[in-house]
């Protein structure tokens, strides 16, 4: 079984710059979550979906990110326009759904952001 | 807020050495924690899940334990190899199905 897929892996791009990332969960996961992991600390929750719902963005800078997951299935994300400090390796993961106690996410490889 | 904070921050074994690694964290109302692993350029993969209401998990050389009144988890991982070295992340559930992970120990298992 095909897991979290992300693309590109890599993306360099001056600042002011719009950038997008896509990402497709395991077949079946109702939830999707983006992640945020600078140079040496631990990934920082940005935005979870429920099907097509966001159900937790507060920590999603509006200002300039967005997100969209229609269908409830693929996902992008969107930054515009980048700035140096979003420079940072960009997580997607996926879970079944929240009926179970056990919720573990399952990640993809991420897409490493270098803004110039 | 909830913190979680890991120590050490890297550490490097011999092969064939039992180690432990050291999580903690501030609020004690959490649903789970879980340790998860990172390679280089790699995405997370889960480890191990502690529920709140459990004391330990063991997954072949890995035993993780959880003391929530405490606030503290350990990940030992016995007969160390060098496959397994990583950066290995401690990440607690808590209300709104959000994780909070640690900052990561990086671990390098030398031949």
């Known amino acids: 079984e095909a897991g979290v897929v992300q693309s590109p892996r890599y993306k360099i791009i001056e600042k002011k710059q719009p950038v997008a990332f896509w990402c497709n969960p395991i077949s079946g996961h109702n939830t999707l979550y983006w992640y945020r992991q600078n140079l040496g600390q631990g990934p920082e929750l940005l935005i979870r979906?429920?099907?097509?719902?966001?159900?937790?963005d507060s920590q999603l800078p509006k200002d300039r990110f967005s997100a969209e997951r229609l269908k409830g299935v693929d996902s992008t994300l969107k930054i515009q326009p980048a700035e140096l400090g979003d420079s940072a390796v960009y997580l997607c993961?996926?879970?079944?759904?929240?009926?179970?106690?056990?919720?573990?996410?399952?990640f993809g490889p991420g897409t490493r952001l270098l803004v110039l | 807020k909830q913190e979680v904070t890991q120590i050490p921050a890297a550490l490097s074994v011999p092969e064939g050495e039992n180690l432990v690694l050291n999580c903690s964290f501030t609020d004690s109302a959490i649903y789970n924690l879980q340790w998860f692993r990172q390679d280089p350029g790699k995405g997370l993969t889960s480890l191990l899940l502690?529920?709140?209401?459990?004391r330990e998990q063991t997954s072949g050389r890995l035993n993780a334990s959880l003391d929530k009144s405490s606030g503290r988890s350990t990940l030992y991982i016995a007969a160390s190899q060098p496959g397994d070295s990583a950066t290995y992340l401690c990440?607690?559930?808590?209300?709104?199905?959000?994780?909070?992970f640690g900052e990561g120990t990086q671990l390098t298992v030398n031949p």
């Open positions: 979906y429920e099907n097509e719902e966001a159900v937790d």
């Open positions: 993961a996926s879970s079944l759904d929240r009926s179970g106690n056990q919720e573990t996410q399952y």
């Open positions: 990440a607690v559930e808590t209300s709104g199905s959000r994780l909070t």
């Open positions: 502690i529920q709140s209401s459990q």
